[in-house]
């Protein structure tokens, strides 16, 4: 399946059927999480993929989203250090993860408010330096999708994305770009412009500077940003922008790389990311 069709095909799933996902399949993510394990900052990673019996409703009770999800099978979970970067690395490298589990056609979900942080922290032994941002359940989504997802799912109103002119401008920071003049870069745009994000916020600007590079910017909501003290989901949302522009990208075989080191051009209400580096 091709990146964009993924991209497109991926939405959050939180009822599942109550069946283990099949060998192959786990062992699939299970690999990709090892070759997986750093993102552009380079923090270290601690990336796990939980099992649970999808047939003993209690276990995944006793660890606790608070009713939001039914019936997964498996967990993506990720620790990560308290250092500059680390959760935009965690959210790239977990959407990758994600858009490989759509392709096998299994359903995940982000969670990163409605699961009991403490009781899965318990369980992969979270050390007393390390965050727990987000898990993300996944399995095979249920036959029909029930009332209770299409209640969540209409209350942050989650099929809507901003359109192009409120995410991507040129390169006084103002003045929209249109998809025609986004040119090759069309797709690694609107890959970023589908992507999910806490609450469907998607707080990502991208801007295109003058040299033609593109800049990813965080429009950060502070309130909501800070209000679980060190745990940034916004953040989080900046990686899963970066993994879904990176591999439309690469898919069209536009050369680049991500480049969070390099110089910032400074722009009022948003803070920058990284630099989308084509020379490299
Ligand atoms: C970092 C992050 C955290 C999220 N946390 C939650 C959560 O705690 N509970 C939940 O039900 N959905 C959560 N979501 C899912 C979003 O609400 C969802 O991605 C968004 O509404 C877009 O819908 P879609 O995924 O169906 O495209 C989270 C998503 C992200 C990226």
New binding site residues.
């Given amino acids: 399946m091709e990146i964009m069709e993924r991209v497109r095909q991926r ?2 799933v ?1 009822t599942f059927e109550q069946r283990a996902v099949d060998q192959g399949s786990s062992e699939k993510l299970r690999q990709l999480l090892r070759d997986c394990s750093a993102g552009p900052f380079g923090t270290p990673l601690r990336l796990e993929l939980l099992e649970l019996d999808p047939v003993n409703p209690r276990e995944l009770k006793n660890l606790g989203t608070y009713g ?1 999800i039914r019936g997964a099978g498996l967990y993506l979970i990720g620790a990560v250090k308290d250092i500059a970067g680390s959760q935009v690395d965690l959210g790239y490298c977990l959407e990758k993860v994600v858009l490989e589990a759509t392709a096998l056609g299994l359903g995940s ?6 699961f009991r942080r403490s009781r899965f922290a318990r369980r992969i032994e979270l050390a007393d330096d390390e965050l727990l941002p ?1 898990v993300i359940p996944l399995g095979c989504p249920a036959e029909s999708e029930k009332l209770w997802d299409r209640l ?2 209409s209350g ?1 109103r ?1 099929s809507r994305r901003k359109p192009w002119c409120e995410l991507f401008f040129t390169e006084d920071g103002r003045t929209p770009l249109s998809e025609k003049d986004a040119g090759s870069y069309r797709n690694a745009l609107e890959a970023v412009r589908l992507a ?5 916020r998607q707080p990502w600007r991208i801007i295109r500077d003058q040299e033609g590079r593109y800049r990813l910017y965080l429009k950060e909501e502070r309130l909501f940003n800070r209000a679980l003290g060190k745990i940034r ?1 916004q953040h ?2 900046i990686g ?1 922008a970066m993994s879904h522009f990176e591999l439309a990208a690469r898919e069209q075989a536009l050369p680049g790389q991500w480049d969070p080191h390099a110089g910032a051009v400074p722009l009022a209400g948003l803070e920058h990311m990284a630099l989308w580096d084509s020379s490299r």
């Fill in positions: 939405r959050s939180r939001t979900c982000w969670l990163g408010g409605t987000v969540i799912r942050s989650s999910p994000s806490a609450l469907n989901l989080v949302d899963i």
